[in-house]
């Protein structure tokens, strides 16, 4: 099984039993624990879970689980702030950075179309000066934040966004844009296409990772924000056909 096959199986697994041990996903995944630890490591890096002795653990559990938090998340906000400008029809996909994106604009408005399926983020942004919000319609994910998924993306049918701010849950340079599940993936992929310039926004810990499901290739995005490099994973971005924006804390 490929690691990309593995980790979304674990994420899977987490998602409905907020606890895992080591031993038990190995004998799910066929594969041996050092494997298993290896895969929980790279995915407790990405804050994608909490590691503890024996296995992981669920940010929260799953009946009041929150968006899950990304490294660097206000420094990513900072970075994608940044780069709007007043007239812009802008996406904003994403229950991480997008929220604290909205909580910039509502504190320094400007004239803006803003299109999500964010509940936090509409809710912030609605009534502020000289910001119109579209907010996808859609089938309420049980979490109660987004209104996913293929359902929204009819909404976007007629429209021409100047720029798509996407988060997603590994960059790699062959992989591209990646993410745990098929529907998020789709509807990930169609946001980007509606705009005319398409930015995923990862953290660093999140570079090198591949899930199953791919949101699309590097040669399909024009930047990738995200936090400070290490020397590696910068020599290994070379590759990617994109902007990269290491935003600075």
Partial sequence: MLAAERHARILEQMGRLERVSVDELAKRLGTSAATVRRDLSRLAAAGLLHRVH??????APVASRLPVRSVGEDTLAAAVYGRLA???????????????VARR???QPMRLIIVTNQ?????TLLGKPGIDVILLGGKLHPAGYTLPQPLGASDLKFLVANKAFVEVEGV???A???????EDARFKHDLLQHAMHKTVVAPASRAGLVFAHRIAVMSEIDCWITTPLDD?????????QCEIVESQP
């Fill in 119 to 123: 509940l936090d983020v509409a809710r």
């Fill in 172 to 174: 790699h340079h062959a």
């Fill in 105 to 107: 604009l509502a504190a």
């Fill in 86 to 100: 007043t007239g812009d029809a802008v996406i904003l996909e994403g229950q991480s950075v997008m929220p604290a």
């Fill in 176 to 182: 591209g844009a990646t993410t745990t599940a098929d």
């Fill in 54 to 59: 024996g296995g992981a653990v669920a940010e």
């Fill in 232 to 240: 590696a994973q910068r020599d290994s971005a070379v590759a990617m």
